[in-house]
């Protein structure tokens, strides 16, 4: 108690204190694709492995090799997940930690003491001007959205969501520019 961990909370699990965080935390507030992306998180990456633990029985080091064990086991297919996936659980992992902290659960949050898995930085490959204008024209071919949307991108750089986000009132025809103040992402509720 001196220590501000609640005793009454002191056996409370990860798996619930996950789902508990989720729905009350984080289904307030947060987009919904990131939201989705945390569901995720939880139910493929945690609760299956950890969610049986009590929190204060979680430490770095067991945390640790759970994020190894991810990176090269992990997964549906059991191949392991990309680095970036590991170290966004890590930080989801985290911040569901902190809050924990803030309600009396924990002390400290072990899985700030882990260290984030190395990511290789891709190499990326430009497309030559032939590439660009096969792809215009397979667009074309394929239909005039297509064809915009593939024109809207190798012209300015905008990501697809960003494309399809653009309303009328973010083109200025006159002044020749776009102001991108909207993106559109599809969710398992659709288009959003």
């Keep these: ?40 998180f939880v139910n493929l990456y945690l609760t299956p492995y950890l969610g049986k633990l009590p929190l204060t029985k979680l430490t770095p080091a067991l945390l640790q090799r759970h994020f190894i064990y991810l990176l090269q086991k992990g997964g549906v297919k059991g191949k392991g997940i990309a680095p970036r996936s590991v170290n966004s659980t890590r930080r989801m992992l985290i911040s569901s930690l902190e809050d924990a902290i803030d309600l009396g659960y924990l002390l400290r949050n072990p899985a700030r003491r882990t260290k984030p898995m190395k990511v290789e930085k891709p190499k990326m490959r430009v497309i030559t001007h032939e590439e660009a204008t096969a792809l215009i024209k397979a667009a074309l071919q394929r239909s005039r959205v297509a064809w915009l949307a593939i024109i809207l991108a190798l012209g300015t750089g905008m990501r697809i969501s960003e494309i399809f986000g653009l309303e009328w009132q973010n083109v200025n025809l006159d002044d020749r520019y776009l102001v991108v103040n909207k993106t559109v992402v599809s969710t398992s509720k659709g288009m959003r």
Aim: charged share 35%.
């Design 1 to 40: 108690l001196r220590s501000g961990v609640d005793v009454a909370k002191k056996d409370e699990i990860l798996g619930s204190w996950l789902k508990f965080w989720l729905e009350n935390y984080k289904k307030f507030g947060t987009k919904t694709k990131t939201f989705e992306r945390y569901q995720q």
